[in-house]
């Protein structure tokens, strides 16, 4: 799984603060990285120079393998807030996702079971 985090001008933190939000982001999405190609993270200044509760964002994109991406994103008042916010949002989505796809509904078959 390659992570990517870009930053605008306005974040501070420069080079450590992605190399941060890249552990954080791997950290925290480790466990879909068999199934996962690629996560991008755009990390926003919303309102410049202004501040507020939610200043910062953070989109978030997963490139699963042999489907479409999914995205999340998470709005905060300092960067880390928002990157780790997305990441897990993603991680709730991803268990969804792939959830679904091993498991159906109501559980296991009963063809399995064994009779008494």
Request: proline share 3%.
């Given at each position: 799984?390659?992570?990517q985090v870009?930053?605008?001008?306005?974040?501070?933190?420069?080079?450590a603060?992605i190399?941060q939000a890249?552990?954080?982001?791997e950290?925290?999405?480790d466990?879909?990285?068999?199934?996962?190609t690629?996560?991008?993270?755009?990390?926003?200044?919303?309102?410049?120079?202004?501040?507020?509760?939610?200043?910062k964002?953070?989109?978030?994109e997963?490139?699963i393998?042999?489907?479409?991406?999914?995205?999340?994103?998470?709005?905060?008042?300092?960067?880390e807030?928002?990157y780790?916010?997305?990441?897990?949002s993603m991680?709730h989505?991803?268990?969804?996702?792939?959830g679904?796809?091993?498991?159906?509904k109501?559980?296991?078959?009963?063809?399995?079971?064994h009779a008494?």
């Open positions: 799984m390659q992570i870009f930053a605008d001008k306005h974040i501070g933190g420069g080079a603060l190399e890249r552990d954080a982001i950290s925290i999405l466990r879909f990285a068999d199934q996962l690629r996560v991008e993270a755009h990390i926003t200044d919303v309102n410049g120079h202004k501040g507020g509760s939610e200043d964002k953070c989109n978030l997963a490139r393998k042999g489907q479409p991406p999914v995205a999340t994103n998470h709005k905060a008042p300092t960067a807030e928002a780790l916010g997305a990441a897990e991680a989505l991803l268990d969804s996702r792939f679904r796809l091993h498991h159906t109501g559980g296991e078959s009963i063809r399995y079971l008494d």
